[in-house]
């Protein structure tokens, strides 16, 4: 009931109508949330209750004698058994590709895939399974090389050290996989949403192809009016780009005449969008090549094109208004390119265009500002008003109107909340966790006490049990969120246009999360060292 009245009240916090409370699908995932819920409170109450009501009998105590077995789903290699799962699912994702907006016989429909997150889910279960395998099996038998590594701890009391956390290794092992599992949630969290707000800011650039864009017909070009969008406050720069049309053989294609040298100043120019993955050479080149011409893969393959070769291209001139041939040498492959639609198209130099075509306007000018983009679109708008056709887009209409029903899901206040929770889980794993299962063995501390333990001898068991659960758990954390993330960004391939080339990782807020794990396991180590060290008769008294 808490959690029903927190999330109605957070509700707020990421802009949800109150009303919506009502769909039926949110009322199927709340009355399964809170089912499992029920569930696991039940759980937790019941099934330790009848594991002592069993081994309170005496067959029981009896049978404590006999040789442990390791778990069923040990035995079944069931950690193994979920990553092949996991990994087969995986490479059909990536091969077949995730694709959010569909559109079957022309129609756009939406579409979740919940088949593709079989392969993260599979990974993480998998992952912590097989982390609490290896870390059982280290403690089990490597009490050798446990204490060398506890030896700038524990100093000279690191092999006994190292022997009682392998008789305690079932705690250990519980507090070690539980800081991994947290940890892996708020790593795969944070980079997964950070790569994702990233990539849908490029590809609303991509399309929009600048902060602002001026677009306009060939018969009134908006370049008329480049002095006086160059003067608009906020304006950094200021680029004309042509967009006409040619043949390629039969096929229309979209043809872009641009100034190499200046068209980085305005927009964006990714190594990703060229063949050769660099756009300063591919720049470089076409710049030196009056007539050269950037061609998309499809028409290279179609016509085995070889750097160097001419290519005959039908442009439309301006004294008739009809197509003409004119000649132009093929010096690289362009990929993508900023306001160019996905399938093919060509990119030359706009002064050679200008020169075979006679027309000398620039339809498009892309604009690169500072502040908001909405602000200075709206002055561009008063700037081309008399421009008939003439039309601006800013980056946020641009980002709104091409997402889909996935992509149009405002993160930001849902990354905030979800981090906030990540932060909790982290420090609950390594701090809790750690002082409940240190008050657990309270006995073997007082005891300890009561013999004439040293405070630095009794901290060399705590704080090397808190080193050894804190810096595994994050080691292996890390890396398994990293590699969690890596799965559910490579869902993003059939998404955003371009897909993501690598993960944006949040520096800080891992850092953040690092210190207050730290922080969280130093407090519970002092708290219990302060326990056995203060409350020796009474703990003793209590056992």
């Known amino acids: 009931l808490l959690g029903l009245l927190l999330a109605i009240a957070f509700s707020r916090f990421l802009h949800i109508p109150l009303h919506q409370w009502g769909d039926r699908h949110v009322l199927t ?3 399964l949330a809170t089912l499992v819920g029920m569930l696991l409170a039940l759980g937790a109450v019941l099934v330790p209750a009848w594991t002592l009501a069993r081994q309170t009998t005496v067959a029981a105590a009896r049978a404590v004698v006999r040789p442990t077995h390791s778990p069923l789903w040990q035995r079944m290699w069931l950690d193994i058994i979920i990553l092949v799962i996991g990994a087969i699912e995986y490479l059909r994702t990536a091969s077949s590709g995730y694709q959010v907006v569909l559109a079957p016989e022309g129609v756009a429909a939406n579409a979740v895939n919940y088949e593709a997150f079989i392969a993260p889910l599979c990974l993480w279960i998998g992952g912590v399974l097989l982390t609490y ?30 022997r009682s956390i392998s008789r305690q290794q079932a705690l250990v092992t519980r507090g070690i996989v539980l800081v991994a599992f947290a940890l892996s949630f708020a790593v795969s969290t944070a980079i997964f949403n950070t790569t994702y707000n ?39 720069a200021a680029q004309p780009m042509q967009h006409r049309f040619a043949y390629v053989g039969t096929d229309l294609q979209d043809i872009y005449g641009i100034d190499p040298r200046t068209i980085g100043a305005a927009t964006n120019i990714s190594n990703a969008f060229f063949g050769n993955h660099n756009a300063q050479a591919t ?3 076409l710049a030196h090549t009056p007539d050269g011409v950037l061609v998309a893969l499809e028409t290279v393959n179609d016509f085995q094109l070889q750097p160097g070769d001419q290519l005959n291209l039908r442009v439309q001139f301006a004294r008739d208004r009809q197509y003409h041939v004119v000649p132009f040498h093929y010096i690289g492959i362009v990929r993508e390119f900023p306001t160019a639609p996905t399938d093919s198209f060509l990119v030359t130099n706009a002064s050679y265009l200008s020169q075979v075509t006679g027309y000398t306007g620039d339809e498009t000018v892309l604009m690169r500002v500072t502040g908001s983009p909405a602000t200075v679109a709206q002055r561009a708008r008063a700037v081309v008003a008399g421009i008939p056709g003439a039309k601006v887009t800013d980056l946020g209409a641009v980002q709104r109107a091409i997402s889909s029903s996935l992509t149009a899901i405002d993160l930001q206040g849902l990354t905030r909340l979800e981090l906030a929770f990540a932060i909790l889980l982290v420090t609950g794993s390594s701090g809790l966790i ?16 009561a013999l004439g333990a040293k405070t630095a001898q009794l901290g060399a068991f705590l704080w090397s049990e808190g080193f050894l659960m804190l810096i595994t758990g994050l080691l292996i954390g890390g890396l398994l969120g990293m590699a969690i993330a890596q799965v559910l960004v490579k869902m993003l391939t059939g998404i955003f246009d371009p897909p993501p080339e690598t993960l944006a990782i949040p520096w800080a807020y891992l850092a953040l999360l690092i210190v207050a794990a730290i922080v969280s396991t130093v407090v519970a180590v002092l708290g219990i060292r302060w326990y056995a060290s203060r409350q020796v008769l009474d703990a003793v008294r209590g056992l």
Request: net charge positive; no cysteine.
């Open 133 to 162: 395998r290896l870390i059982t099996w280290v403690l089990r038998g490597g009490a050798a090389l446990l204490a060398g590594l506890l030896a700038p701890v524990a100093h000279g009391l690191s092999g006994l050290v190292a």
């Open 283 to 285: 720049l470089d080149a």
């Open 434 to 449: 750690l002082a409940l299962g240190l008050a657990q063995r309270r006995r073997m501390f007082a005891i300890l006490s």
């Open 198 to 236: 990233r990539q849908s800011r490029i590809d609303a650039e991509l399309t929009n192809g600048s902060d602002v864009t001026v677009t306009g017909p060939t018969s009134n070009p908006p370049s008329a009016k480049l002095a006086a969008l160059r003067a608009i406050p906020g304006v950094v």
């Open 29 to 31: 995932w709340i009355g």
